[in-house]
């Protein structure tokens, strides 16, 4: 972070300094009382179940400053505002001002972290880019990334979520994206939102602050965003595998058991890519990444090994293999789409030996609960996988709607230890067995349990 001063911070935020002198220098941000440093200016939020103006005096033991929304008595920084999450914002929207480069916004249902990290790793080929950190794509979590801005870097990868309707419109505001990257829109916080129109209309709040001079890039396969062709005011490209229309079209697919491996068409030449991990949904990924980089004047030998140096997050795709078992883990979070892709990969890892589906609730789907979740039960069963068991309320859906496809082989759990139990009876030489759920139902635990056993 760039240094900032006191009375810089105040008048971002809309503030008034109660305390402190207003040429005070901090060079860090921090919503978490706990990180205090000598120059650290912390933002003490309210949530459901906390205050952090409760904090503030503590934290000033330590740290410079903090923007508050009561008073507290202190020689050190104070900062008084109406309202802290607003303050926050509005900080960030300066600070994000300071810098005059590139700034790629991810959004999408499904698998913008994947391709976050994907067309960070090609960026990085030739500018130093930012990215953001895990999944902080929020309203607390952007402006955090926005914070860690200095004039070392080049570029910046933002990735963008929601759960309801004008929350991008507020990070678009601060991020100003040049190039706006849609994965696809899928269902996740349909209960929310009510239907895909919806989520469509939240997701495209990110070209509110496209610059004119901008690019979308567009998931060509999905039929809702492929619908927009031809009406939006900005220079849009499509990518695609099975959408022989779409701009860039991924073709000579080979999905092995270690990685991937595609060639696309640019100025007449094609150019074979691959990607060291397996599963199509990160051909997508690469294909976006690859519009991208080449947008920003990156060539096609420098995005080839951007898009190998590729590696899936934590609890994302994470696989291992003890004992002659695979285990794929996939926790972090869940839609029809991702439990689509994840069964996909599960059968390139078990080629002709047995899989074994784990799967638990899909949170955040309201009245479309028990659609939702018949629609994996289907998949499942065309699939063909060899075992399904599910865990939790609404993951019983799929327990019944593949038995009522003709599957076989299925059992339902109430609990963790249920689930570990099965499996440890069941299990055999050279299975393949997939975790995957939403972040809520902590199937990590269970696979954290049962590598444990087979390590033992």
Request: proline share 2%.
């Amino acid at each position: 972070m760039i240094e900032l001063t006191l009375k810089e911070i105040a008048n971002a935020a809309e503030g008034k300094i109660i305390s402190g002198s207003e040429e005070n220098i901090i060079n860090s941000i921090t919503t978490d009382s706990r990180k205090s440093g000598e120059n650290s200016l912390f933002i003490a939020l309210k949530g459901e179940n906390f205050d952090g103006n409760d904090y503030a005096q503590d934290f000033l033991k330590t740290g410079c400053a903090v923007i508050v929304e009561r008073e507290i008595k202190s020689e050190k920084g104070v900062i008084l505002v109406s309202d802290t999450k607003k303050a926050l914002l509005k900080l960030a929207e300066f600070y994000r001002g300071k810098f005059d480069i590139p700034i790629v916004g991810v959004t999408g249902s499904v698998g913008k972290t994947s391709t976050k990290d994907m067309i960070a790793c090609v960026l990085s080929q030739k500018f130093n880019t930012l990215k953001t950190q895990g999944n902080f794509n929020n309203e607390i979590g952007l402006p955090l990334t926005v914070f860690n801005m200095n004039y070392e870097n080049e570029a910046a990868v933002l990735e963008m979520g929601m759960n309801n309707l004008g929350e991008i419109s507020r990070l678009t505001n601060i991020a100003k994206p040049k190039v706006a990257v849609i994965t696809n829109i899928g269902t996740a916080h349909i209960g929310i939102l009510g239907s895909q129109q919806n989520i469509l209309k939240a997701k495209l709040e990110m070209l509110e602050q496209l610059s004119s001079d901008g690019i979308v890039v567009l998931n060509g396969d999905d039929p809702i965003l492929y619908s927009l062709k031809g009406k939006l005011p900005f220079t849009t490209i499509y990518y695609g595998i099975s959408n022989l229309k779409s701009d860039v079209l991924a073709t000579d697919i080979i999905l092995g058991s270690d990685k991937s491996k595609f060639k696309i068409e640019i100025n007449g030449e094609h150019y074979p890519f691959e990607v060291n991990t397996i599963g199509q949904h990160h051909i997508y990924n690469a294909l976006a990444a690859i519009i991208v980089g080449r947008y920003l004047g990156i060539s096609p030998e420098v995005i080839k090994q951007g898009v190998a140096s590729f590696t899936s997050g934590n609890m994302r795709q994470n696989i291992t293999k003890i004992k002659d078992i695979t285990i794929l883990e996939d926790c972090y979070n869940a839609s029809v789409s991702s439990m689509e892709s994840a069964l996909k990969v599960l059968i390139q890892l078990g080629g002709a030996n047995r899989t074994i589906a784990v799967l638990g609730d899909i949170l955040e789907q309201g009245e479309f609960a028990e659609e939702m979740h018949r629609q994996v039960g289907q998949i499942v069963k065309t699939f063909e996988i060899s075992k399904l068991i599910t865990f939790g309320k609404d993951a019983k859906y799929i327990a019944a709607e593949a038995q009522n496809q003709g599957m076989e082989d299925v059992n339902s759990f109430d609990t963790h230890s249920e689930v570990l139990d099965y499996l440890l009876s069941c299990i055999e030489k050279n299975d393949a067995i997939l975790f995957k759920a939403s972040r809520g139902m902590k199937l990590e635990e269970i696979s954290a349990k049962l590598k444990e056993h087979l390590e033992g």
